[in-house]
């Protein structure tokens, strides 16, 4: 990689960062169910309603289809606890489908970048979301498959299906990793590149495409077990790869030059390198970025779209079905309630432990005013725990792992400190 290369893309990184305030998290309500019109009708219409949805859901003719929306921030408002509580009542529901309606953008940090993904995406790679991808793939793939009760009514297995807006950074992989994907018309999947920019000028190059190979490899198996050709990773994660495809009876061959009819990455050549305006539009070849026709072209998407009705149109069940999933959307909105009321109270507890002034004329005071301290660290310390998946480093000063070693060395001290005060 060129010096200035490597400047081209800090310059770049440093651009997002003063974009960012531009681009608000957009929230969104793709696929997203809402009782609200329901809840404000009279007792007897919402009675006589539930009446009917459950007359129509315990029809053997209709499909079950269960929604479980995946928006907001990957690793905190989508991690383990929501996600496999949700498929826990996908279970219990007999579900025929399990569609993952999925629309987030890319977070570094607790900052999200909308449109500035394809370059921060190096970040990825050192980021356990990514690992937080793989836990959640297995839930639906090894999860389902290996379950012995995990039935539909007629004693299959459930369809597991994506329903993709967007999905930047990890959730790319774990949106490559589900069997059956429909792209909405604007659809974009990627934020996984330059790979072949981390660990640069540290220790060895050997040593370095090791690692970055043992990560791409971990892509690979995801996107494998999704069915979808593993060409795509390469060309997804490295900026010095060239890469086109040419199609022979529909479908695609995949080409390591440009001679083919679409150019998948053109090694970030620089006179072949992308603008600006390509990159916040996610539009270049620098790696590539899958949107509805490629992913069509490519046999990653099954269909385009826009709407419920054309997703379920491409699934084949028209209208014999019922929607279901809202206490799969409670779950995901508590779960990112209960992560940032307790950061919240992180914050506050600390700041209450430090307030604390250790004084007192006997041993017996200095001891109480120490167990409050141990009261409080020890409060704080299972907040950490029980959120640690979800919760972010910034917005406690520190990252969980580092908090919970830190608290554990303070009751320590403080507990000696009660044993040697003595009156």
């Known amino acids: 990689m060129t010096t200035s290369r490597m400047n081209w893309l800090k310059c770049l990184t440093i651009a997002a960062g003063l974009a960012l305030g ?46 479980i ?33 999925i629309n987030t953008s890319f977070t570094v940090n607790g900052q999200t970048y909308q449109e500035w993904a394809s370059i921060m995406g190096q970040t990825v790679w050192q980021s356990p979301a990514s690992e937080t991808a793989r836990e959640l793939a297995t839930m639906f793939h090894e999860g389902i498959r290996d379950d012995p009760d995990w039935k539909t009514r007629d004693g299959s297995k459930p369809r597991v299906v994506g329903w993709v807006r967007k999905a930047m950074g990890p959730s790319a ?8 994907l429909y792209f909405a018309p604007d659809a974009r999947v990627g934020g996984v590149g330059y790979l072949n920019l981390v660990f640069e000028g540290m220790g060895d190059e050997v040593v370095r495409e090791k690692q970055r190979s043992l990560r791409m490899g971990r892509f690979e198996g995801m996107v494998r077990d999704g069915g979808y050709p593993v060409e795509i990773v390469r060309a997804m994660s490295r900026s010095d790869t060239l890469m086109s495809v040419r199609y022979e009876d529909g479908k695609p061959v995949f080409l390591n030059d440009l001679s083919g009819i679409d150019i998948l990455a053109d090694g970030a050549d620089p006179n072949r390198r992308d603008t600006m305006e390509q990159l916040v539009r996610l539009e270049g070849n620098d790696v ?11 046999g990653v998407s099954k269909g385009t779209a826009a709407s419920e009705d ?37 914050a506050k507890t600390f700041r209450q432990y430090r307030e604390i002034n250790v004084q007192g004329r006997t041993a017996a005071e200095r001891n109480t005013l120490r167990g409050r301290q141990l009261a409080l660290l020890n409060s704080m310390k299972r907040d950490i725990e029980k959120y640690r998946e979800a919760i972010n480093g910034r917005n406690i000063g520190g990252m969980p792992d580092g908090w919970i070693s830190e608290i554990n060395v303070l009751i ?9 005060d003595r009156d």
């Open 412 to 420: 320590d001290r403080i507990k000696q400190q009660m044993r040697l």
């Open 173 to 180: 992989m774990l949106t490559l990793s589900i069997p059956e």
């Open 22 to 67: 531009l681009h608000a998290n957009v929230g969104t309500t793709f696929a997203q169910a809402s009782d609200e019109k329901a809840a404000k009708a009279p007792e007897s219409e919402r009675a006589k309603a539930k009446a009917e949805f459950e007359a129509k859901k315990n029809d053997p003719a209709v499909k079950r289809v269960y929604l």
């Open 69 to 101: 929306p995946l928006r907001g921030e990957f690793g905190r408002d989508i991690s383990a606890t929501p996600f496999r509580r949700a498929m826990q009542d996908a279970k219990k529901e007999q579900a025929d489908i399990i569609v993952f309606a």
């Open 310 to 346: 054309d997703l379920v149109g491409n699934l084949g069940i028209e209208r014999n079905y019922v929607l279901m999933g809202e206490r799969a959307r409670k779950i995901f909105a508590d779960w990112s309630e209960e992560v940032s009321n307790a950061e919240r109270e992180f």
């Open 288 to 298: 590539l970025t899958l949107n509805a026709k490629i992913a069509g072209d490519l």
